[in-house]
């Protein structure tokens, strides 16, 4: 949970960063398209149900680390870029702990338990 916490403020610095180092062009656009997309995996990904989306932040990171290559950047842009982007990647890669189980799932409604079984007993 902490880890997700941390992307979605690297996702909303991401968004921040061409302001405060004054970059513009691909690598401001490439910032403002990927850092709200961070920030928005990481802030899904904290609830428990839906922690497998922190995996779509993996390929952001990637793309956050190759993009300076790609796209024509500056020297602030391309560490910023590599930098968050080796981070997004590194804390999408913590599982964290489960504290809580809510229902079942679907596997529930196939298996057989001793309470069904123990029920029907307490009846016949």
């Not at 489960?98 to 007993?121: C, D, F, K, M, P």
């Amino acid at each position: 949970m902490w880890a997700q916490a941390i992307n979605m403020a690297l996702g909303i610095w991401l968004m921040a960063a061409p302001g405060v180092f004054q970059y513009f062009g691909p690598p401001r656009d490439n910032a403002h398209i990927v850092g709200p997309l961070i920030a928005t995996f990481a802030c899904i990904a904290l609830a428990g149900c839906t922690r497998g989306v922190r995996w779509w932040n993996v390929p952001l990171g990637a793309w956050l680390v190759i993009s300076p290559w790609v796209l024509p950047h500056g020297t602030m842009a391309t560490a910023n870029d590599v930098t968050v982007g080796l981070l997004v990647i590194a804390l999408s890669l913590v599982k964290g702990r489960i504290r809580h189980q809510y229902g079942g799932g679907w596997s529930v409604l196939w298996q057989r338990t001793n309470r069904t079984s123990s029920s029907a007993e307490a009846a016949g």
